[in-house]
């Protein structure tokens, strides 16, 4: 299941959260290299951007809640199709 998820960090002073926003690349690397995260991308100012591709709602809320603990932040999270499925779905309409 594919979700893009979006970070809003709380508003705090970038410089007092610099160690956790260190740790937050620490933590997804592994995901990444499993292919649970397929892409992040730092946002312009704060935040991040980030493609996950995992098996159940259940081990999103998991992985959020992980990331909440390193940089607390509001999430925006948008479920996604895959392309050849959503071309595959138009063909057959």
Do not use: C
Request: charged letters at 20%.
């Amino acid at each position: 299941m594919l979700f893009l998820v979006i970070s809003e960090p709380r508003p705090e002073p970038p410089s007092s959260v610099a160690s956790q926003r260190k740790l937050f690349w620490d933590w997804i690397a592994p995901l990444q290299v499993t292919g649970e995260v397929r892409s992040v991308h730092a946002k312009v100012g704060r935040g991040a951007v980030a493609l996950f591709d995992v098996p159940s709602n259940e081990r999103l809320h998991r992985r959020l809640n992980e990331w909440a603990d390193i940089v607390p932040a509001h999430f925006q999270v948008h479920a996604l199709i895959d392309p050849a499925a959503a071309q595959a779905y138009l063909n057959n309409t």
